[in-house]
């Protein structure tokens, strides 16, 4: 007599091999797991700001409110007004402007072709000097100053061979043009040329050698591979080194100093000046706003200009293209 065997149903969890002991995963609070809590944007920003805040722009404003502020005491216009109607600081104005201006130039201009030449052209000994450009930022300006010095002062290497050659007495060289503007204009180009020459090596270094090969193997001649192939990749690193040097044109002190020249006073000596040997602190003051004001103006429009030119540019390979 057959037997019936009656199974009993499988659980679905028992089935899929799932221990039936487990206990059942209980549900996390509000339908989700919580989320990992981080810090907010703006909190990584107040240590920035604070230390931006304590260290620059609290003292520049006291700077501000110290040019409203007379020896007389309480609060008016009148250090703006004595001296903005002073000769001497229009006049120092100028000066601080063509040097500076004219520093940028020159800077520019014989960074590009020395940097040019070390990169581009071999000679013994590129490579150290290439490195001793790196060595030459870290001098201090009032050093290259003394430097020059030695060579066109007036008892100067250059005067004191005239003087040999001539049979003149000591310090009678013809050579004296340190103490003049052009003097500071020879020494801050001098000092501040490597500036620009450093990130025009950076980017020569990303030049590549096929393209210029192609352009000589095409007929072009050197100075149009430098126009069309060269400077184009070079504008961001002019654009960068140029506008570093007239800040830093602008505010220099040291090498006006050290020159020695007289008649030439720019913003910071009359700061100086001012604060220094007249004691005019709120005088000094409205200066350094002016010098601080002239700085970003001027920072602003070299960068806007150098930026318009650098997109007609890059509009016009692209349309060439």
Known sequence: MARTTHSLPVPDEQAAGTP????????????????PRTVPGWAWALPPVAALGCFFL???????????????GGHSTE??????????????????VWIAVGSTAGCLL?????????????????????????????FPSFLITLALLFVYGTVGMANGLWTDVTGGASGSGPIDFLRT?????????????????????????????????VA????????RIVRQVILPEALPSLAAGGSLVLVLCLNEFGIVLFTGAKGVTTLPMLVYSKAILDGDYPG????????????VTLYGLYRALVARTATLTGGARRAGA
Not at 58 to 72: A, I, N, T
Not at 113 to 135: E, K, M, N, T
Not at 285 to 295: D, E, M, N
């Open 181 to 213: 503007p052009w003097g500071v204009l020879l020494a801050e180009i001098t000092y501040f040329t490597p500036f620009v020459m450093r990130p025009l090596l950076a980017a020569f270094s990303q030049v590549e050698t096929a393209q210029l090969e």
């Open 284 to 295: 000094a003051c409205v200066v350094a706003v002016v010098a601080v004001v002239l700085s």
């Open 58 to 72: 609290y003292p520049l404003f006291l700077v501000g409110k110290q040019s409203f502020s007379p020896d007389s």
């Open 110 to 138: 014989l960074g590009f072709v020395l940097a040019l030449v070390i990169a581009f052209v071999p000679f013994p000994g590129g490579r150290a000097l290439s490195r001793f450009i790196d060595v030459f930022l870290a």
């Open 216 to 223: 000589s193997s095409l007929g072009a001649r050197a100075p």
């Open 20 to 35: 039936a002991d487990a206990a059942p995963e209980s549900p996390a609070p509000h339908g989700g797991p919580r989320p």
């Open 79 to 96: 250090p703006w007004t004595d001296v903005l109607k002073d000769e001497s600081f229009r006049k120092a104005l100028w000066n601080t």
